[in-house]
């Protein structure tokens, strides 16, 4: 039978956790040479490193939040040193009150906390939609035919994006009916309530509904589907609709209240960063920064404090919030910003551009990952771009995609987003070893777990070499970047085969043994 509503389960095996366990195996440290898979190299990085004297060097993970009690993430938040906990007052003056660890744009001083948001095409569509739709293009001067000319551009693929969370709201509840149906006509016929995939390979049983419902149940035993599944991800998509996709969806001014149309508008948030689940922070933050101990997962850098900065909701980031965030981050210290959101439409991409050009100026340098929709996002714009507000490229912004373990043609992660000029180089990001909620850990898939990856690598080069600036990491990660021995591989999105260094300004995967062989021979002071 073909199932139309699974393939968005799918979607869950590969980017959520795939499995919860205690020991996981760190692949994307280990080394192209003499191991045989396409990490980082990083154990053979820290052997030459071993005789000299590192600094800390903070990190601020822009993120959903983290888990502050997580088991593997004590003693690397990052304490503010001018702050005093909990007594009610901005003592550093900073403009954030209490701010211990961080700050949280996406909550009020009462404690209450934003968790679902729209997309900003939602927005985007809302502001054109009441502008524009009772008028025709004819009825329009001139200098409005280009917003126009977008509006319809917009409204084509917002109405797109709700019929499909339609379409998949129908298949899914249709899987659910023959899930139960199977499910239901198995236990009749084996007199049992429960059962397993290897009684049901053995079932003598010969009747038209049970061989039906058997091939069934034993299509989702192979693809891991369970009932919750296909549940949770029906009522994501109802979900979907009711805030994502909802113009009308006022979350944001119940509960944050400011103004997310005015950049100055920053008496808002609280220091509330453990809040709503914050899965995809905690998976981030471990990546870059979690106790080297042998135990659980082991993060990429040693000597590193993580500042901790919530903007993403369920739903798009306001550019207003990263904006703020990455001025915080550079206020308050940062050496590095690292972040894990793309999206294809952004109302105030100019606040970000500004903030990403007061953090060159400053020398802090910003990872983020360039997105999982399979695009070429030299054709497809993705937001944040890394441009600044005169047209030219940050030198202290890096776009990271997501490669897999082994050197041969589907190197690439098929979801990754790629891009000769916008993607600067790859980094391991399938089946990474990440913490996740209530101190447990898992697996996960994404750039957005190969984004903290090259974040990590330069957060252990700055830790060593602390005179490198940020155009200088930018351009030592990518000058020293391992070239897999596979130069054809697949495009993410189909199956033509495309030549590996045509997809990132690198051609390569980050790796942090020749990043500092390289610094060696051509960066010390």
């Known amino acids: ?33 003499t191991n045989g898979v396409l990490g980082v190299s990083k154990y053979r990085a ?33 304490v503010n040193p001018n702050e005093i906990p909990d007594n009610g007052i901005d003592d550093d003056q900073n403009g954030y009150v209490d701010d211990i660890h961080g700050w949280n744009f996406l909550g009020n001083e009462k404690g209450e906390n934003l968790k679902n948001e729209t997309t900003g095409l939602t927005r985007l569509y809302a502001q054109l939609h009441q ?21 319809l551009k917009v409204k084509t693929d917002y109405l797109s994006k709700v ?3 339609e379409q998949s709201i129908v298949n899914l509840k249709q899987l659910l009916i023959e899930f139960n149906y199977a499910d239901q006509t198995i236990k009749e016929n084996l007199g049992n309530e429960k059962y397993t995939r290897t009684e049901l390979e053995k079932s003598k049983i010969r009747n ?31 979900n979907a609709l009711k805030t994502r996709l909802n113009p009308d969806f006022k979350n944001r001014e119940n509960i944050v209240g400011d103004n997310p149309d005015d950049l100055e508008d920053t008496d808002y948030g609280n220091n509330m960063l453990d809040v709503r689940g914050p899965y995809h922070g905690t998976g981030v933050a471990s990546i870059i920064g979690a106790l080297n101990n042998d135990f659980g997962v082991d993060g990429l850098a040693k000597h590193v404090k993580l500042m901790i900065l919530r903007v993403v909701p369920n739903g798009d980031e306001r550019d207003k919030d990263i904006a703020l965030a990455f001025r915080y981050a550079v206020q308050n210290g940062a050496d590095i910003i690292s972040c894990s959101f793309a999206k294809k439409y952004a109302l105030h991409h100019d606040f970000v551009q500004l903030a990403i050009e007061e953090a060159e100026k400053e020398g802090v340098l910003i990872v983020n990952a ?66 996740v909620l209530k101190n447990g850990y898992g697996m996960s898939s994404g750039t957005s777990d190969a984004s903290p990856i090259v974040a990590g690598i330069a957060a252990v080069l700055k830790s060593y070499y602390s005179h490198l600036t940020a155009s200088q990491l930018k351009e030592i990660i990518i000058r020293s970047v391992y070239i897999p021995k596979t130069e054809k591989v697949v495009q993410p999105g189909g199956e033509v085969l495309v030549d590996f260094n045509s997809l990132s300004v690198s051609g390569g995967i980050a790796n942090l043994y020749r990043a500092v062989q390289l610094v060696e021979k051509e960066y010390l002071k």
Not at 17 to 31: A, P, R, T, Y
Not at 131 to 148: D, F, G, I, R, V
């Open 208 to 238: 038209t509904d049970f061989t039906a419902s058997r091939n069934f149940m034993l299509y989702m035993f192979d693809n891991n589907i369970s009932k919750s599944m296909i549940e949770k991800e029906l009522k994501t998509n109802v």
């Open 46 to 78: 820290y052997e030459l490193l071993k005789d000299k004297t590192p600094d800390t060097v903070i990190v601020a993970v822009v993120d959903n939040g983290v888990e502050l009690s997580h088991d593997d993430l004590q003693g690397v938040i990052w």
């Open 131 to 151: 502008k524009y739709k009772n008028t025709a293009k004819e009825e329009l001067p001139k200098n409005q035919h280009q917003e126009y000319e977008l509006y």
């Open 1 to 33: 039978m073909n199932h139309p509503g699974i393939c968005s389960l799918f979607c869950l095996l590969v980017f959520g956790v795939l499995s919860v366990q205690g020991q996981s195996d760190h692949w994307h440290h280990l080394d192209p040479e």
């Open 370 to 435: 360039s997105g999982n929709s399979s695009e070429n996002i030299d054709e497809v714009i993705s937001y944040p771009t890394g441009y600044k507000l005169n047209g030219e490229k940050a030198q202290n912004y890096m776009v990271v995609g997501a490669s897999r373990a082994q050197d041969d043609t589907n190197l690439v992660a098929s979801f990754s987003n790629y891009g000769r000029e916008n993607v600067d180089v790859f980094a391991p990001g399938f089946n990474i070893a990440t913490c």
């Open 163 to 165: 019929k499909e969370r």
